[in-house]
């Protein structure tokens, strides 16, 4: 139950009484942490339904995901969008993720994850199981972090919040988090789900090999950015697969 309140604290703004940071329990009840912003979600499309137009439902989602999260993912998108479009070594590209500054790659990427997000979920309003993807592809990208931290190393030498992730998340904690991650897709989508969960995980291999490639390994930055990535992506394959 500490792990939970501990993702919660960590993956939302809800201020629920939680120990002090430990990776491990973190990450593996990450997925845990997603069924719930998920289940919010859900419960603020319908009610937005309700009153106002799909499209303007839409932009509430958008709205409420980016304000539930802390904006904490986006942060790292822009941060790693910067890094990546600026720099032209691996040490040039960490520097400028570093800086708090936001550039203008950082400000694109933003635009288009956000209006990516709102088509999709104004798609995703006139599928029969929208609604269930809407729970779902909080629960996958949250998972989808735990296994990029385990598959990468750290970046920076000079240590960061990302490198106790990729020290947290052991073999033990992966399995424990992907059992649930899977069950949960199962369990909500069906078998598109798992189409999904698996879509992610070859997705996260593929990134890890990417930031390894053009930043020796990953960090916070980049495991936020990558949780808004598989955000679409899960978005994106609901709305093919329902």
Known sequence: MSGILSAIRFFTIVRVPAEDFQ???????APAAGLLIGLMLACVDAVALRFWSVT????????????????LHLDGLADTADGLGGGRTPE?????????????FGVISLILGLVLKFSLFLSLSTQTRGAEALVLFPVVSRWG?????YLSPYARP??????????GVSPRVLTGSSLSAGALSLLILGVP??????????????????FQRRLGGITGD???????VLEVLVLAGALILT
């Not at 240590?159 to 020290?167: C, I, K, R, S, V």
């Open 23 to 29: 990776p491990r329990r973190l990450a593996a009840c």
């Open 56 to 71: 303007a439902a839409s932009a509430i989602d958008v709205v409420f995901l980016t304000v539930i999260s802390g904006a």
């Open 92 to 104: 040039e590209r960490l520097r400028i993720m570093k800086d708090s500054r936001v550039g203008a």
């Open 145 to 149: 972090m735990v296994l990029l931290a």
């Open 158 to 167: 000079e240590g960061g919040l990302g490198q106790a992730m990729t020290l």
């Open 193 to 210: 789900g798992l189409v999904l969960f698996a879509a992610a995980a070859a997705l996260v291999w593929l990134g890890s090999l990417y």
């Open 222 to 228: 980049v495991l936020g950015a990558t949780n808004e």
